[in-house]
């Protein structure tokens, strides 16, 4: 099983079979000892807080669950129990030396002798390559025998991101009498890197990556990724000239990578710790065996995908002592690829591939690119060097001038591809005043008995009102009356918002298990405090704030409990009102409880009410107020796209998968096939192929000619111009006049 967050026991049939931690990497039980014929009973109990999550503090949403299929399979007592594959290319990266280490696994109780592993190599047409064949072993019982493989290929197909070129592997296990026993089949690539002269180098090019970090995500299934949302994914990549994948911050979905393999994406493929506000962990010799575990997990799981470009050993986890921990593990199981880290530092001194992250392109171009290997002789790879929050991205077309000019630079990764948000109802709620202001209920929060009618409820966590804008309770003046019903739970000590237009402006909190604050904003801000009531937990009660012009007082149940002398213009800021969340304070980063409550009945008021109106609620009450709640009903109007408490606006695509604007400019900037006009008078254009291993060739290249907007003619253009290289050539269309454009397009 695989994607359990955080923590899981497994029990079968009543027996516990065993226990794990690690949200994102593979967890596997023999559970031969505790089936019976028949019908059998699996549970698993899923945690969700385990000491795990303290390297799980990535940047989306923090669910917990089974987010990927679980399987149960069976094998004989003598099986193939795994295979690693790696390749190495002559020094003309021609041919190739293809190595197998193939591990049987004996779990009788009897010594096997002479058996073999045949294995077959077939190429993307299903053509059989060649055999070969390892020499007879000794498999002692109840144990595991490791048997190495090697055979020259003679110039195989290589696999990059622009020519993914599949192999398939079949591996048989042959007893002693000849006879096959078990067959397993896996998908391979040849390609060999290496660092030189602080250059990256794929199959001998130094290429460049057109990057992006993407979560796991999807509106509706959370964490759990289908085929199809993942091939989505990738036609995008495609169309907007991605070709690199940075999986943030955790291993993929092991479908992901079987499809990278065969669209053609470069992953770098990274370690399930992000500590992030807990960073002194990577330095604590205590959770190392943790640092450890997970990336042993992630390359044994993942080691033989050829998408997997290079590692990276986790994001924000300090600059300790675990990271090269993560590193030296890794290398153990993988010794063909570097490892990066994605740290908050310039670099880590265990790391093979350094940042840095977010530099500016004059930081980029003088920090990394002018830095001679004498110096550090690592390559760059940006793993994060522009987020495109909101309504970011600009200065891509500076960033990859400078990749372009320097081979050290690799390229790097944009923050982030998928917006996090889940698709959740749009509850509105009815304001009862005249002025029809447009409120909603956020979070999971539900309409309960309340003190008359219905109410909200509450639970404390991220479940609010949030009322939208409005002039009407924009109040600004020299009078103001906030009124509500409470039902006051236990944990409106550790939080206790009731009401409020941020910080500032006004509001009702709770303080501690005693004490209720209102608070104004005139030409500072008065805070006026009252004691609760003994009774206060557990009962309705009648709360109100009113501000007269000469002072502030806080009513609870008709009584006056505090005022405070003040005068003066309320002073507007810039922050909704909420009821059970104050929308400055309470952010991604909130800690405590919001409002454990269910609350009726909400008034504002430009002016200055009778405590008696309000105790009574008088019916002409909703008519004197710039809003009034009841919470009587509540309508859908439809679905949107939540992002939580205070979350930020990530990714370069929708939830939906509708591209942002943004994703043009990552499209436009990193672009591989670059056109200009080398001589406009005799209409000659300058093609440059930035790709490593494509004819342009490979493409249909189209012509528009438009004059004012309107296309005038059109055709398509041969192109031949080798990898790497530039090519001025004579266009085919009628010369253009100077109120004329020509646009050129390619598809491959």
Known sequence: ?????????????????????????????????????????????????????????????????????VWL??????????????????????????????????????????????????NSDNLLVQNFTSDAVQITADNKQI?????????????????????????????????????????????????????????????????????????????????????????????????????????????????????????????????????????????EPMYRNRVKRMVLRDRNH?????????????????????????????????????????????????????????????QVGMVPESIDPRPSFMDEYLSVAGNAGGGLDEYWDVIYQYPRIMGGAIWDFVSPGLRELVRKLTDSSPNNVATHIMGRAKLVAGHDGKGIDLNGHDQWVEV???????????????????????????????????????????????????????????????VLPK?????????????NGKSISIFIDNKKVAEKPVTGNITNFPFPLNVGKNAETHGQHTSGYLCDAIIDQVGIFPKAIEINDLFAAKPDLKNRAALWLDFEQEQNEGEFFSYGIGARTYGSIWPDRIPEPEMWQIKKSAQ??????????????????????????????????EENGIPIASGKLEVDVEPEAKKNLRSSYPKASAKSWCNLFGNS
């Not at 009962?539 to 704030?545: L, R, S």
Request: aromatic share 12%; proline share 3%; net charge negative.
């Open 147 to 287: 048997i190495n493989i090697s055979s020259e290929v003679l110039n195989p197909k290589k696999w990059t991101a622009e020519t993914p070129n599949l192999y398939r592997l079949t591996m048989e296990l042959i007893n002693n009498e000849g006879k096959t026993e078990e067959v397993i089949t896996g998908g391979i690539g040849f390609k060999e890197t290496e660092i030189r002269n602080q250059v990256f180098y794929l199959n001998g090019k130094a290429i460049k990556l057109n990057g992006i970090n993407t979560h796991m995500q999807h509106p509706n299934l959370g964490h759990t990724m289908d085929e199809a949302t993942i091939r989505k994914d990738f036609e995008l990549f495609k169309q907007f000239n991605i070709n690199c994948v940075r999986i943030s911050h955790y291993p993929p979905v092991t479908r992901y990578l079987e499809l990278a393999d065969e669209y053609g994406f470069y992953i770098i493929d990274e370690t399930g710790n992000e500590a992030h506000a807990t960073e002194s962990l990577g330095d604590n010799p205590d959770w």
């Open 672 to 705: 591989s096939i670059s056109v200009k006009w080398s001589n406009n008078e005799k209409m000659e254009i300058e093609v440059q192929n930035r790709n490593f291993f494509t004819n342009t060739n490979a493409f249909e290249a189209r012509w528009n000619l």
């Open 535 to 547: 009774d206060w937990t557990q009962n309705w009660h009648h709360v109100a704030g009113i501000y």
């Open 468 to 530: 939208y804008q409005d002039r009407n309770i924009e109040i600004s003046g020299d009078e103001l009356t906030v009124s509500l019903w409470i039902f006051p739970r236990d944990l409106m000590e550790m939080g206790g918002t009731l009401l409020t237009k941020g910080n500032y402006q006004f509001g009702l909190q709770q303080i501690g298990t005693n004490s209720l604050d209102f608070y104004i904003y005139t030409s500072k801000k008065t805070v006026v405090r009252g």
């Open 73 to 122: 399979y069976a094998k004989s007592d003598v099986h193939l129990f795994d295979w690693y594959a790696t390749t190495d290319l002559d020094e003309n990266y021609e041919n190739a030396k293809l190595n197998l280490q193939i591990t049987v696994n004996n779990q009788s109780k009897t010594d096997k002798q002479n058996y073999k592993v045949r294995t077959s190599l077939f």
């Open 306 to 366: 050829p998408s997997i470009l290079f590692w990276s050993a986790g994001n924000e986890s300090g600059e300790g002592k675990n990271i090269c921990a993560v590193i030296d593990e890794g290398r153990k199981y993988d010794s063909k690829r570097y490892w990066m880290y994605g740290g908050n530092a310039f670099s880590h001194h265990c790391e093979e591939i350094i940042g840095p992250r977010y530099p500016s392109p004059f930081e980029l171009k003088n």
């Open 1 to 69: 099983m695989e994607k359990t967050a955080s923590a899981s026991f497994v029990w079968i049939n009543g027996q516990e079979v065993g226990y794990n931690e690690g949200a994102q990497e593979p967890a596997e039980y023999d559970v031969t000892s505790f089936l019976k014929p028949g019908k059998n009973t699996i549970a698993v109990n899923v945690i969700k807080y385990s000491d795990g999550v303290y390297l799980e503090s990535q940047d989306y949403w923090r669910l917990a669950g089974i987010f990927d299929d």
